[in-house]
């Protein structure tokens, strides 16, 4: 039998994996290290690793199989075949971990807004009230322009052509709507 064909060399392999897996056998890791971890590296880098990066994933292979080598069965593959999917899984795990990178609990988008106090909601709903029967007490043609521009949010431009005013006649009566309602609410 020839020592270099490939069912010999795919048979060694496996005798170290099955070595590894009865009693953690450390000679028999350092071979199948030696020989795999410059191949799944080269591997790793033409998937799109950085050099470093492919080190760091083709170490973690190795130790997945120093592992889990009670788990490998040479009838289903051989063990660059499962070594090899090892490395590909790490890869897609990297990849993964990249894409959702961890929360930081200090960020502002994830700190809750403190609540507001009583006295603050009783008094921002004291206010609403004085507008809206602020705004009630505008004469008609004030109040329609200021609900047009402010609480549908259209531009003076748009209130003139779908009122037929003229745009400057929309925005003297915006203003004087403005000037009367900040009369009102300073009095108070």
Same mark, same amino acid.
């Given at each position: 039998?020839?020592?270099? #064909?490939?069912?010999?060399? /795919?048979?060694?392999?496996?005798?170290?994996?099955?070595? $590894?897996?009865?009693?953690?056998? /450390?000679?028999?890791? !350092?071979?199948?290290? *030696?020989?795999?971890?410059? /191949?799944?590296?080269?591997?790793?880098? /033409?998937?799109?690793?950085?050099? %470093?990066?492919?080190?760091?994933?083709?170490?973690? #292979?190795?130790?997945? !199989?120093?592992?889990?080598?009670?788990?490998?069965?040479?009838?289903? #593959? %051989? !063990?660059?075949?499962?070594?090899?999917?090892?490395?590909?899984?790490?890869? $897609?795990? %990297?990849?993964?971990?990249?894409?959702?990178?961890?929360?930081?609990?200090?960020?502002?988008?994830?700190?809750?807004?403190?609540?507001?106090?009583?006295?603050?909601?009783?008094?921002?709903?004291?206010?609403?009230?004085?507008?809206?029967?602020?705004?009630?007490?505008?004469?008609?043609?004030?109040? *329609?322009?200021?609900?047009?521009?402010?609480?549908?949010?259209? #531009?003076?431009?748009?209130?003139?052509?779908?009122?037929?005013?003229?745009?400057?006649?929309?925005?003297?009566?915006?203003?004087?709507?403005?000037?009367?309602?900040?009369?009102?609410?300073?009095?108070?």
């Amino acid at each position: 039998m020839d020592p270099t #064909s490939p069912d010999t060399t /795919r048979d060694l392999f496996a005798d170290l994996v099955a070595a $590894i897996a009865a009693g953690r056998d /450390r000679a028999a890791f !350092v071979k199948l290290f *030696e020989h795999f971890a410059p /191949r799944v590296k080269s591997y790793l880098m /033409r998937l799109g690793c950085q050099a %470093a990066e492919a080190d760091e994933l083709a170490q973690e #292979s190795l130790l997945a !199989v120093w592992q889990k080598a009670a788990t490998f069965d040479r009838r289903q #593959s %051989a !063990v660059s075949t499962w070594l090899f999917t090892i490395a590909r899984n790490k890869r $897609i795990d %990297a990849i993964r971990r990249a894409r959702r990178p961890e929360l930081d609990p200090e960020d502002p988008a994830l700190v809750p807004a403190t609540p507001e106090q009583a006295d603050q909601i009783l008094q921002a709903a004291q206010s609403a009230r004085q507008l809206h029967t602020a705004i009630a007490g505008l004469p008609e043609d004030q109040r *329609e322009l200021l609900v047009l521009a402010f609480f549908q949010e259209k #531009s003076h431009s748009d209130i003139a052509v779908a009122t037929g005013l003229p745009l400057g006649t929309v925005k003297s009566r915006i203003r004087l709507a403005m000037q009367r309602l900040r009369a009102v609410i300073e009095e108070r």
